[in-house]
């Protein structure tokens, strides 16, 4: 696909190593390929064991907070991470006011690296990649916390997360029905039409009092840009499980603060989520539980039968690094990337401009 | 190069603007070609007038601290910076053992980016582009700093970014003679050759004290990790300009504190000087100038011939900013980037999975 430039045949040792300065580069369209190839609920179940690996590694993550560059009409921001041997990062804007214009709210790419060289390894796109790590890291949650047996999900708000989330809750949880709400029909029949055939029954409700019936989970994953109650105290009965994912900025909640006092509030990384969550609405120090102690098994998870556990997920640099080293160690042995020439590799280190003006007197002779 | 997942026929609008998810990529490859297109001197000169538009600009840029990763071995750094236009950020590592596996001690790369909507304008390698802007940022400054008339310059450290500053100095000051010194004879037979034919007068020294005779500039980019004193306070004599590029991090400096004590000093943004630069041997009070007030007018530059002027550069985020909108202006109407389909653009953006599932139709039916 790129071509290096041409190198003089007697290269002085000892020389890059071959190929090191070529950056694998996963493109949207070989993201589809690389998870249809695998199957989307295997990818999954495989991403979710990376995810529950590294929270399990917790202590040993370098957690910079997200590094934000806010303007009227959005924000960008890097999330690096670290764990002593990959760093990784993502990119990721997110613009509300987008689609009006017929682009993406949010469009993401990241970056996983070698602690011990520096090299990029790899560069991918990151939004259909950060849909398959949220609905993962949703269901090694769950897998901790949901009721024992839970077999029917309630999904309010019916947007892009919506079946990502049905299926990592069957192929993880199994869950074989789904109760679906958005305040958009459209959207409800979207998620209904391409839920068909996955093993899962679905069921469009008119409303969230009528999504909720019977369900043992509920999960909420609307797009309010604003404090909204997409779930009022009634609606949540004793034992149920709430997986939050929709509150996730700054003035964006989705439940009433009645059901946050009344249920066990577990979370990624507090000092993110008291900032961007649905915790935004309870003081400081409420008491909240981390989801890697939970993992690890340092703090009990859910410990009684009528207990309401509510995941209040805003998503952390971690899971975008799991994300990406699963994908580097799955890349392997696969066709699904092209190799950019991205890092100058001169045979001699000191001597950048010989290379460029070899590159020069290589074009004129060709 | 890169191929669009195929979309249905009947898109519907309003739908994603045509090619909205594909990002230009300068390679290395296309890097050189550019600037061999263009001609480095030409490069430098227009770059220079880039950085110093922005730096013109200061006060509105959004200058984030650079975001590090440390290691045992290494660093892994983030430069993000924002004109509330554009939004601009540089990855760069630093791994000083690298060189012994035959890797490069730095790579680098950045993203330019649009705050309207926060999709991504362009990818490219920053190694290259990195030792242009360092250049140019040098010659912006001493445009402003060294004494008129200036013809001579020293140059102490002949490693990958020499012949860079030697050509950006006399594209813009005029200089016409450069004096080589480094501790490896290599690198100055190295510098010396590739400086031939440029117009430029080029001697080789053995010492530093041969290589400051004469000349008006001094500038020193060493790759000493430690602190050194490649001058002295004897080699300094009244009414130099002094260019020190290679005092750029923690424990990493090249000049005798008693020539700082002698000179004014012009930096890129003190909070970060402080830390990186060769004031870092000084108090933390010890007054310095801000380039971009020089630039601007605000405050004189250099006021007197036997002033001694002093630029601790250590690299700025904005330059690495200034770089890459250069590029971005420069790369129209020319072919030297690829496209590459870094964002997902579904014609519905709530539906990604219904994406997802088309694409493995698609292909299906190949």
């Given at each position: 696909?790129t071509?290096?430039?041409s190198?003089p045949?007697?290269?002085?040792?000892?020389?890059?190593?071959e190929?090191?300065?070529?950056?694998?580069?996963?493109?949207?369209?070989?993201m589809?390929?690389?998870?249809?190839?695998?199957?989307?609920?295997?990818?999954?179940?495989e991403?979710?064991?990376?995810?529950?690996d590294?929270?399990?590694?917790w202590?040993?993550?370098?957690?910079?907070?997200?590094v934000?560059?806010?303007?009227k009409?959005?924000?960008?921001?890097?999330?690096p991470?670290?764990?002593?041997?990959?760093?990784?990062?993502?990119?990721?804007?997110?613009?509300p006011?987008?689609?009006?214009?017929g682009?993406?709210?949010?469009?993401?790419?990241?970056?996983l690296?070698?602690?011990?060289?520096?090299?990029?390894l790899?560069?991918?796109?990151?939004?259909?990649l950060?849909?398959?790590?949220?609905?993962?890291?949703?269901?090694?949650?769950?897998?901790?916390?949901a009721?024992k047996?839970?077999r029917t999900?309630?999904?309010?708000?019916?947007?892009a997360?919506?079946?990502?989330?049905?299926?990592?809750f069957?192929?993880?949880?199994?869950?074989?029905?789904?109760?679906?709400?958005?305040?958009?029909?459209?959207?409800?029949?979207k998620?209904?039409?391409?839920?068909?055939?996955?093993?899962?029954?679905?069921?469009?409700?008119?409303?969230?009092?009528?999504?909720?019936?019977?369900?043992?989970?509920?999960?909420?994953?609307?797009?309010?840009?604003?404090?909204?109650?997409?779930?009022t105290?009634?609606?949540?009965?004793?034992?149920?499980?709430?997986?939050?994912?929709?509150?996730?900025?700054?003035?964006?909640t989705?439940?009433?603060?009645?059901i946050?006092?009344?249920?066990?509030?577990?979370?990624?990384?507090?000092p993110?989520?008291?900032?961007?969550?649905?915790?935004?609405?309870?003081?400081?120090?409420?008491?909240?539980?981390?989801l890697?102690?939970v993992?690890?098994?340092?703090?009990?998870?859910?410990?009684?039968?009528e207990?309401?556990?509510?995941?209040?997920?805003?998503?952390?640099?971690t899971?975008?690094?799991?994300?990406?080293?699963?994908?580097?160690?799955r890349?392997?042995?696969?066709?699904?990337?092209?190799?950019?020439d991205?890092?100058?590799?001169p045979?001699?280190?000191?001597?950048l401009y010989?290379?460029?003006?070899?590159?020069s007197?290589?074009?004129?002779?060709?």
């Open positions: 696909m071509s290096t430039p190198k045949a007697s290269q002085t040792p000892p020389g890059p190593p190929g090191s300065n070529l950056v694998p580069f996963v493109s949207v369209d070989n589809m390929k690389l998870v249809n190839a695998i199957g989307v609920e295997r990818v999954l179940t991403l979710a064991d990376y995810i529950e590294d929270f399990r590694r202590p040993h993550f370098d957690k910079t907070p997200r934000a560059s806010h303007s009409v959005g924000v960008i921001e890097l999330m991470t670290s764990d002593g041997e990959y760093y990784g990062f993502k990119y990721v804007n997110g613009h006011k987008n689609t009006r214009e682009l993406q709210t949010v469009t993401a790419f990241g970056v690296s070698s602690v011990e060289n520096g090299y990029p790899l560069l991918s796109e990151m939004t259909i950060t849909a398959l790590r949220t609905a993962a890291t949703s269901a090694v949650a769950a897998r901790h916390l009721p047996g839970a999900m309630a999904m309010i708000g019916n947007g997360q919506c079946e990502f989330q049905a299926l990592a069957k192929a993880m949880l199994g869950i074989d029905a789904v109760r679906l709400y958005d305040t958009d029909p459209g959207a409800t029949a998620a209904a039409r391409n839920l068909q055939g996955t093993g899962l029954a679905v069921t469009s409700c008119t409303s969230g009092e009528e999504a909720v019936e019977g369900a043992q989970i509920i999960t909420t994953c609307t797009a309010d840009k604003q404090y909204a109650t997409i779930l105290d009634n609606m949540v009965g004793s034992g149920l499980h709430i997986n939050a994912i929709g509150g996730d900025c700054p003035g964006k989705e439940l009433h603060r009645d946050l006092l009344r249920s066990d509030i577990f979370v990624e990384y507090p993110q989520t008291r900032i961007e969550g649905e915790i935004q609405q309870l003081d400081d120090d409420h008491p909240v539980t981390e890697w102690q993992i690890t098994g340092d703090t009990a998870g859910r410990t009684a039968p207990q309401i556990t509510l995941f209040d997920s805003v998503g952390f640099a899971e975008d690094f799991s994300a990406l080293r699963y994908l580097h160690d890349l392997r042995g696969t066709g699904f990337f092209e190799e950019l991205m890092l100058a590799d045979d001699e280190p000191r001597d010989g290379m460029l003006m070899r590159a007197a290589a074009s004129r002779s060709d």
